[in-house]
């Protein structure tokens, strides 16, 4: 990161009356949370299950709480960093209009952003939901089950209960989906920060704003497809990078 850098973001957030900021992997990485997909991720110590295989079988199901329970993921129980932070402060100028996340952590909640302000296009894991009624459930309230090796199961109309997190080969949640992108046709900037933009149909919402006439910006440690299109592109570390941009504001 330069000074230039730092400044370059910093005067694109100055000008814009809306912007909406979507977050990925690399900025909850400065927590210690893994990602799913480069070497030593999730998916490269353990196979993600299925969503049609939770649905099917029993055996299924009790691996997944299994991993819930003796948090194997390890996406869950980290603190927010600099960069949570920064655009926490950003939600609370009312510069921040909304934040459309791909990460299920929970941290940018856990900084101090309403939840109203947090689209979680691929769910959370801090806590679970019916499949069928979408009541929502705490995980410490499910342990006797799976401690008694029982179904879980919903108490109120005995659908199967699952971590809240979009399963591979799960419906993308429309409600939110149709959210972010409403966000990304009113954005004036659109700032992306650690995501590969590799995962659609989300990884589509930068052009989708771009298209709308919004400026785009991108801050992650690797390059991705979406650069060409960007109005800056910045391959950097991002708390320390957003907490000098703080500086400039």
Same mark, same amino acid.
């Given at each position: $990161? &330069?000074?230039?850098?730092?400044?370059? !973001?910093?005067?694109?957030?100055?000008?814009?009356?809306?912007?909406?900021?979507?977050?990925?992997?690399?900025?909850? &990485?400065?927590?210690?949370?893994?990602? *799913? @997909?480069?070497?030593?991720?999730?998916?490269?110590? $353990?196979?993600?299950?299925? *969503?049609? %295989?939770?649905?099917?079988?029993?055996d299924a199901r009790r691996e997944a709480w299994t991993?819930?329970?003796?948090?194997?993921?390890?996406?869950?129980?980290?603190?927010?960093?600099?960069?949570?932070?920064?655009?926490?402060?950003?939600?609370?100028?009312?510069?921040?209009?909304?934040?459309? #996340?791909?990460?299920?952590?929970? !941290?940018?909640?856990?900084?101090?952003? =309403?939840? %109203?302000?947090?689209?979680?296009?691929?769910?959370?894991? /801090?806590?679970?939901?019916?499949?069928?009624?979408?009541?929502?459930?705490?995980?410490?309230?499910? @342990?006797?089950?799976?401690?008694?090796?029982?179904?879980?199961?919903?108490? *109120?109309?005995?659908?199967?209960?699952? /971590?809240?997190?979009?399963?591979?080969?799960?419906?993308?949640?429309?409600?939110?989906?149709? @959210?972010? #992108?409403?966000?990304?046709?009113?954005?004036? !900037? *659109?700032?992306?920060?650690?995501?590969?933009?590799?995962?659609?149909?989300?990884?589509? !919402?930068?052009i989708i704003a771009k298209k709308a006439g919004s400026?785009?910006?991108?801050?992650? @440690?690797?390059? #991705?497809?979406? %650069?060409?299109?960007?109005?800056?592109?910045?391959? &950097? %570390?991002?708390? =320390?990078?957003?907490?000098?941009? $703080? &500086?400039?504001?």
């Open positions: $990161m &330069t000074e230039t850098d730092a400044k370059n !973001l910093a005067h694109m957030i100055q000008v814009a009356e809306r912007v909406v900021v979507f977050t990925g992997a690399g900025i909850s &990485t400065e927590s210690g949370i893994p990602d *799913f @997909r480069s070497p030593g991720g999730v998916w490269s110590k $353990m196979q993600p299950i299925m *969503f049609q %295989d939770f649905v099917a079988s029993r991993r819930v329970f003796n948090k194997t993921a390890g996406w869950t129980g980290a603190a927010p960093n600099a960069g949570h932070y920064a655009v926490a402060k950003l939600v609370e100028a009312g510069k921040v209009t909304s934040i459309i #996340t791909q990460n299920v952590d929970n !941290l940018h909640q856990a900084s101090g952003v =309403p939840a %109203d302000k947090v689209i979680e296009v691929h769910g959370n894991a /801090s806590y679970a939901k019916c499949l069928q009624c979408g009541k929502r459930y705490e995980f410490e309230a499910l @342990r006797p089950k799976w401690e008694a090796d029982e179904d879980i199961t919903c108490m *109120f109309c005995t659908g199967l209960v699952k /971590s809240a997190t979009i399963s591979f080969g799960q419906a993308m949640p429309e409600v939110e989906m149709e @959210r972010a #992108t409403e966000e990304a046709l009113l954005a004036d !900037l *659109f700032l992306v920060l650690g995501s590969s933009l590799v995962v659609y149909p989300a990884a589509g !919402l930068p400026r785009l910006a991108i801050v992650n @440690r690797e390059e #991705t497809d979406l %650069d060409p299109y960007a109005d800056l592109v910045l391959n &950097t %570390d991002i708390g =320390p990078l957003m907490s000098a941009v $703080m &500086t400039r504001l």
